[in-house]
């Protein structure tokens, strides 16, 4: 079973940067796909970006320009480099992977993912 961990959180100003990263234990050659999402109390888990296994990248419009993801297949990790950030950035951040491409616009629901990593706060102040 593979096991995702999160890292790199923390508090910064506004246009400060932050890595996240996202740590893969086990065997992940099965997926497809990996990405990020972020959820603030009270509303639904939003998808922010997603790299698939050959490469291809998708972003929310929100992030475009300014977050980049990238993975490192020989260390099973993922990155989400996030600049020039805003308030509205403040989130818990969760790494997933899944066996299919998904939409970051129009994810699909956190069950059908394959694993999901326990978050990691960000917190933009102005």
């Known amino acids: 079973q593979v096991q995702l961990v999160e890292s790199g959180g923390g508090s910064v100003q506004a246009g400060g940067s932050l890595r996240l990263s996202c740590a893969a234990s086990?065997?992940?050659?099965?997926?497809?796909?990996m990405g990020w999402f972020r959820q603030v109390p009270g509303k639904e888990r939003e998808g922010v970006a997603a790299?698939?296994?050959?490469?291809?990248?998708r972003y929310v419009d929100s992030v475009k320009g300014r977050f980049t993801i990238s993975q490192d297949n020989a260390k099973n990790t993922l990155y989400l480099q996030m600049n020039s950030l805003k308030p509205e950035d403040t989130a818990m951040y969760y790494c997933a992977a899944g066996v299919f491409s998904w939409s970051v616009v129009d994810p699909p629901p956190a069950t059908t993912l394959d694993a999901w990593g326990q978050g990691t706060l960000v917190t933009v102040s102005d």
């Open positions: 790299i698939d296994s050959d490469g291809t990248t």
């Open positions: 086990g065997n992940t050659d099965g997926f497809r796909c």
